[in-house]
């Protein structure tokens, strides 16, 4: 796989520099000197605290970004970002990977060619609302990303096209998140397609299947996954509504997944919101004893330009067979630099 990314990368680029060659008169040389702007971008930090019953407490992993991004010609950027290997999400599949301070999460060239944005690396991958940059999301990460249902960032090729706010993203992938190499030679194929309208309104749809194999799992086992999204939010008054569905498949059994979520915010001043949600996880649909469900009642506080958000979260967590983990309070403080 790791073979097909690097000649389908190589393929798209000669093939992206003709077509700019012959749409357009030759470039001075001047034009492709390694002298590029360096811009930095998707910086953000993140700390928080917890206490969590009957007598659990303490400080919660920091978490961070620090992104590069380089222009060599209009048409060709080079992005890397650094962070936790935390915030690649490695998928639960994947054993054998410890946790690292600080990883590259992000690093892939990009190329802008007429049909779409070509991305080739260390990518994100577009999943619904949850796949969003880490700075506009208002609580923690769901139960999919939680169970290691599925990555954040992945080594694959990605095709981006957009029009008038409608986009489609396609993107090949290994499956184990970047953390290692593609052991098991199997890969994946996950697409969005969405709308951004008024009212900062997102809709769309997002799929997925690939399959698995040795090393990671014993037996070959085929993943397929649909995804279904909604939200807005206009004056600070938002929405976000999301169900994923999941089937997994062996020779010997299918097994279907469900998860969903709600989440809502109401503004109660210029720098205060309300904000709420509850979310539901089944890990096999025929058996509803096994339901993990978990409401969110928090309070977020922003400081005038938005570059200083401190969230506190009263957390209620049940189970049909007992609360795992228990309830707790959480209070998460992230910056970020100010908007222009």
Do not use: C
Not at 87 to 112: C, K
Not at 144 to 164: F, M, Q
Not at 252 to 271: K, M, Y
């Amino acid at each position: 796989m790791n073979r097909f990314i690097l000649w389908s990368g190589i393929l798209i680029f000669s093939l992206t520099a003709q077509g700019q060659s012959a749409s357009a008169p030759a470039a001075p040389t001047s034009s492709l000197s390694f002298k590029p702007d360096i811009v930095f971008d998707k910086i953000m930090l993140e700390t928080g605290g917890f206490l969590r019953e009957p007598s659990a407490s303490g400080f919660v992993q920091p978490s961070w970004k620090l992104g590069i991004k380089t222009a060599f010609a209009t048409w060709i950027e080079v992005n890397a970002v650094l962070g936790p290997s935390t915030l690649i999400s490695t998928p639960s599949w994947v054993t054998g990977t410890s946790s690292q301070a600080v990883s590259l999460i992000e690093g892939y060239g990009l190329i802008r060619a007429v049909f779409g944005d070509v991305s080739a690396g260390l990518i994100p991958i577009p999943w619904g609302l949850q796949s969003e940059i880490e700075e506009e999301l208002w609580f923690p990460r769901t139960f999919i990303y939680e169970r290691g249902l599925r990555p954040l960032r992945d080594v694959g090729v990605g095709v981006t096209s957009e029009y008038d706010g409608f986009y489609l993203t396609l993107v090949g992938h290994n499956g184990e998140g970047g953390l290692v190499s593609n052991s098991d030679n199997r890969a994946f194929v996950t697409g969005q397609w969405g709308y951004k309208g008024p009212a900062n309104s997102h809709l769309g749809l997002s799929a997925t299947t690939g399959k698995i194999n040795q090393p990671w799992l014993t037996e070959e086992t085929r993943q397929r996954a649909g995804n279904a999204f909604f939200g807005f939010n206009i004056f600070g008054l938002g929405l976000q509504i999301e169900t994923s569905y999941f089937q997994t498949v062996t020779a010997s059994q299918t097994t279907d997944s469900l998860a969903w979520h709600v989440d809502l915010g109401h503004p109660i001043g210029e720098q205060f919101t309300i904000l709420g949600r509850y979310e539901q996880y089944n890990p096999n649909a025929k058996i509803s004893a096994n339901v993990l469900g978990r409401g969110y009642f928090g309070l977020e506080f922003h400081s005038r330009d938005v570059a200083s958000r401190l969230f506190l979260f009263v957390i209620k967590n049940n189970e049909a067979q007992g609360e795992s983990p228990n309830d707790e309070i959480r209070v998460v403080w992230r910056i970020i630099p100010p908007k222009s």
